[in-house]
């Protein structure tokens, strides 16, 4: 039994050590989560602007272009209820916060995660968060959490033919990624072609429960920054017209509703739709819901002018 | 708990080191940790069922002392049908009940009676046809007496219950399980070592072989109407590796962690798609099923002792039950009677006892006519699988009538090559041919890699035990987990 444990063991060094190799590498390679989780950590004493919100913000908005000390902790697939966890554990340490940008898409009030979402665990190793269970196994392993994914990153890592991502020191992707929107060659006719395929079942889900939930979290946000004299600002991204044709009507009509009813009991806060502004055409987005580099570039300066004028104010 | 899942990781090793060093090697504790341990394995499941699987220990367990204590023939045959029928009776509930409600509701609407039965909606117990096979060859042993009673509930428990059988088999029978459970054993390191090559091999078949085909034969078969000839012979070609690396894979799994706590288990495959005649396939395929078919149906019906017209009939009558055991649908029944069929011309030609020797033994290579033989029994399995992958029985037909499909058409042949390296590129051809030279090379040991580098030093082959993990390392990580087919039946 014991050459058998000994040989058994001795077999598996090699294996405990590319395991280990493995992890070090999801720990420290730049991914967004940890640029930008390093960002913030190295400059709490100076961040001015936080931005909240799903791949939509994250995607959209470049902190390089805003005349402020940014952080986007927007992520993809980040909900309400992780907005809130980041908000309410950074926002009381940011001294100098001056204004927090939240959003608020159509879809952002009924999106809920639920614990199978592999990105969990990365905000607890990176942000400390964690407003979702995680299992014993994610906390000692972020590998663990999505094999697959960390397996393709480090195949491309070291293919030569792959786009390498190209982050900022903010944590934003500068490069852009064929989407969509250029494997079609920016043809708005076979885009609307295509479409229904590809945004069957995106964003359509509805619940009343999120809608609640959602709603309870983002007003314990507001109400903080009301309170500690943080402005607000919240955005509704562009989006291309496939997908705004793909929405569910009373989605919509939930959302308006809760907006309209936010605005009018606070008319100090600042609310702008950009959803379908005509100022974005089919060149500035990677696919459907997400703006491409050029685009964030456009949205940012915009958003850069509105930030102006909010905090003069 | 899937043996391809990292809970099983876990569980493995904490009962393998609580069985060897927390027991002080006593039989008792051993047997007591092992049926504690493969309750809670079931109990991972759905712990609701482990009562069932109580139930039906506790039945036989009962009903086979009272069978050995009964004092006429009589009384033993009252015991005897008791647990048959509860036995059957559990089965027929959570497996078949709907789907002869459904199929008597179908056949008078035929009749023009329009008729509503109730049906009844629970998930199938897992391993039910498995462990109630168990109970039920043991029971019949005893009735027949071949066995004594066993008067141990925790051995009896454990023969039912040991995890590696219990939930995809393979079936086991007490006159060969139940001694090593009541036998001390000791670790023998070699044998720990054979454990792991063919859990290893396992792993390999069912991540990367079958998971990965089960990828593509899912997208042919689910869109088969819109496919080419081609692509459906593809689709079937896929499901064909899927369920053998599937269901083997897990066989030896299951072999390879028996032999890590000291038992062996029955063999359950012997590279069937190397067979040169459907006999010779149903000797190799699913061994333990088609033995106790052959045991506790074909020989009590008479077997071939009656004539012509009997071998027919029990043929028919062991495969169609075979294809229904498999579970409740048409699809099934169809691909037993179509084995049935096959089988047919060697039955009647008193040829199904040709091919009893491994083919090619001693050579490298197969004759130009057992190369033929090959081909004709691989094809027609192939063929078989499509009634079993099939959602209906109007699916299978209109599969199998799509095959020949633009059977001329070039294009679609580059498309379905294409497919086929699509993907994860030229990977899953290259392991594909991989593992049918293993599997050709080791076709004379129990598994294809038992005696693999034997010749070799240690360090060549760890080098070679080291690829197969990466590479099952590599896709694993790919997400492509798919539960055990064999699971669901």
């Known amino acids: ?313 | 708990m899937l043996f391809n899942s990292l809970s099983f990781a876990i569980f493995l090793p904490i009962v393998f080191l609580l069985y060897w060093f927390a027991t002080g090697k006593n039989l008792k504790a051993q047997n007591i940790l092992l049926m504690v341990a493969s309750y809670f394995f079931y109990a991972c499941w759905d712990y609701r069922f482990m009562f069932l699987l109580m139930f039906s220990t506790l039945l036989d367990y009962f009903t086979g002392l009272q069978m050995e204590a009964a004092a006429d023939k009589k009384r033993k045959k009252f015991w005897f049908w008791l647990s048959v029928i509860i036995n059957l009776g559990f089965l027929g509930v959570f497996k078949y009940y709907n789907f002869f409600i459904e199929s008597f509701a179908d056949g008078l609407s035929m009749l023009g009676i329009q008729a509503h039965f109730p049906t009844i909606n629970v998930i199938l117990p897992v391993g039910i046809s498995f462990y109630t096979f168990h109970g039920l060859s043991y029971v019949i042993d005893i009735y027949n007496d071949k066995i004594k009673a066993e008067k141990n509930f925790v051995d009896y428990a454990l023969f039912v219950s040991f995890f590696p059988l219990l939930v995809a088999g393979p079936i086991e029978r007490a006159t060969h399980l139940l001694p090593q459970i009541k036998k001390q054993r000791s670790f023998d390191y070699s044998k720990g070592i054979d454990g792991l090559r063919q859990i290893l091999w396992g792993l390999f078949k069912k991540i990367v072989i079958a998971d990965s085909c089960a990828q593509f034969a899912n997208i042919i078969f689910n869109d088969s109407a819109n496919q080419s000839g081609a692509m459906l012979v593809l689709g079937a070609l896929f499901f064909t590796f899927q369920i053998y690396c599937d269901f083997s894979g897990y066989s030896d799994i299951a072999l390879g962690t028996a032999r890590l706590f000291g038992v062996e288990l029955l063999r359950n495959f012997a590279f069937p798609y190397f067979s040169r005649d459907i006999a010779e396939f149903w000797r190799r395929w699913h061994i333990s099923l088609s033995s106790w078919f052959r045991d506790y149906l074909y020989i009590p019906l008479g077997g071939s002792k009656g004539g012509t017209w009997m071998k027919v009939r029990n043929t028919f009558i062991i495969f169609l039950v075979s294809g229904f055991w498999h579970g409740a649908n048409w699809t099934f029944i169809a691909w037993g009677l179509l084995n049935a069929i096959y089988i047919m011309p060697s039955i009647l030609l008193s040829t199904n006892r040709n091919n009893l020797d491994i083919v090619a033994q001693g050579k490298i290579l197969p004759t130009a006519k057992e190369l033929i033989q090959m081909f004709l029994t691989f094809s027609a399995t192939v063929l078989a699988w499509i009634f079993f992958r099939a959602e209906s029985l109007t699916h299978a037909f209109q599969y199998v009538g799509d095959l020949f499909k633009g059977l001329f058409d070039k294009a679609a042949y580059s498309t379905a090559w294409q497919y086929f390296r699509s993907d994860i590129g030229w990977v899953l051809p290259v392991l594909l041919l991989f593992f049918m030279i293993t599997e050709w090379m080791g076709r004379e040991n129990k598994y294809a890699i038992e005696k693999w580098g034997f010749r070799f030093s240690r360090p060549v082959r760890w080098a070679f035990y080291y690829s197969i993990v990466l590479i099952i390392f590599y896709f694993a990580g790919l997400g492509n987990e798919q539960e055990f087919i064999y699971f669901q039946f």
């Open chain 1, 1 to 313: 039994m014991k050459k058998f444990l000994k040989n058994f063991l001795i077999f598996c060094i090699p294996f405990a050590l590319l395991l280990v190799a493995l992890e070090l590498y999801v720990l420290y390679y730049p991914s967004t989560f940890n640029k930008k989780a390093h960002y913030l950590h190295d400059n709490k004493e100076n961040i001015e602007l936080v931005v909240l919100g799903s791949s939509h913000n994250q995607n959209a908005i470049n902190p390089q272009w805003i005349h402020l000390n940014t952080a986007n902790l927007a992520n993809a697939s980040q909900d309400i209820q992780l907005d809130a966890a980041l908000f309410f554990k950074y926002v009381p340490q940011l001294k100098k916060l001056k204004l927090v940008i939240f959003e608020l898409d159509y879809f952002t009030l009924e999106e809920k995660n639920d614990t199978t979402n592999f990105r969990l665990p990365w905000y607890k190793r990176f942000f400390n968060i964690e407003p979702y269970p995680i299992s014993i196994l994610h906390r000692i392993s972020l590998y663990s959490s999505q094999p697959s994914f960390f397996n393709k990153l480090l195949i491309d890592a070291v293919n030569p033919k792959k786009t390498k991502y190209q982050l900022n020191k903010f944590g934003f992707i500068t490069n852009d990624f064929p989407g969509v929107m250029e494997d079609l060659k920016y043809d708005s006719t076979a885009l609307a072609v295509t479409a229904t395929e590809r945004l069957n079942n995106k964003h359509i889900d509805t619940s009343v429960y999120n809608l609640n939930f959602n709603k309870t979290k983002l007003n314990a946000m507001l109400s903080y920054c009301v309170a500690n004299n943080i402005k607000i600002l919240i955005l509704s991204s562009p989006m291309y017209s496939t997908y705004i044709k793909n929405e569910v009507k009373l989605k919509k009509e939930w959302n308006k509703i809760y907006i309209d009813s936010l605005i009018k009991a606070n008319p100090a806060f600042n609310y702008y739709n950009y959803e379908s502004d005509s100022r974005f055409t089919v060149r500035d987005f990677k696919n459907d819901d997400h703006l491409n580099s050029n685009g964030a570039k456009k949205y940012t300066l915009i958003i850069d002018s509105l930030v102006k004028t909010i905090v003069k104010n």
